[in-house]
């Protein structure tokens, strides 16, 4: 298994970098750089390629509806050039909270939006002349549609790759489909290996049964909390506001995707109540509320024993990269807890 984390996007690039390359040496394998509404992901992603050798750098996630997708193949083929073939495109829709409410763009058609965006990011890296009609992008734009000027064009650069690989951020049954089919890396939230069959097995199969063979096998990219020794039992409730921000807040009664998959784990008496304290205000009361099984299931927080029969729990259920968020204070403790993975690993 390949271990990876993702930084903080509101911290400083410089400071960022610096821990990244200490965590490279410390046997880091993949870091990823949100993108929400604080500082573009791009800018770090850039900065991080010049400050680091080896570990690979991914986009966790560009939103698909904040670029054109001639753009984000552009910026990936980019930043692929300028870390020497180590970039990964991370793509999700994110949610209408942040797309229309941020960027003042309709959230509609995510799945349909995402095949066609991956279809043509594909195309503009083997650089063929962009022709594409979809039925959410049309390149050219076709006549009587603008001014009638636009012509296919190819990229003028020779891209260090011809296929990115490209991960997908879902969650719901379609959604996971498409990963399955077209992307070479899913990552879900919130994965929980025992009821991952449950939830997502279906989806994934229908999925990889239209799979091109040439994507290699999908790489199952979780996200679990990380602490590793004997007194470290209280840091799941620091895991507790997160989970509750995402169940109770991410979304109003009934379009809340997170609060459907907390339903399908089996959670779904203690997902209302979660959900009804958070929309009510009362942040605090809705973290208490978050069950300790659901926090201790979806993390690896324990004793190194412990935490070493989670990760093959992991294994089984399909995770190939582990995307640990490290519950420590400094630098240097984050780096020996990855360090401290890389030996269980």
Known sequence: MRIGLGINYSGGFKEVAA???DLE?????????????SFDAVSALGFLAARTERVQLASGILQIYTRTPSLTAMTAAGLDFVSDGRFVLGLGASGPQVIEGFHGVPYDAPIGRTRELIEICR???RRERLEYDGKYYRIPLPEGAGTGLGKPLKLINHPVRERIPVLLAALGPKNVELAAELAEGWQPIFFLPEKAKDVWGEALDAGRAKRDPALGDLEVYAGPALAIGENVTPLLEFVKPHLALYIGGMGARGKNFYHTLATRYGYGAEADRIQELYLAGKKEEAAKAVPDDLVRDVSLIGPAGFVK????AFREAGVTVLNVV???GTSAERV??????RDIV
Do not use: N, S
């Open 19 to 21: 821990e990244v390359a």
């Open 25 to 37: 040496r410390a046997g880091l394998d993949i870091v990823f750089v949100p993108e929400a509404y």
């Open 123 to 125: 195309k503009v890296w």
């Open 309 to 312: 029969e989670r990760v093959a």
């Open 326 to 328: 490290p519950l420590a």
């Open 336 to 341: 020996q807890l990855i360090e401290q993975l």
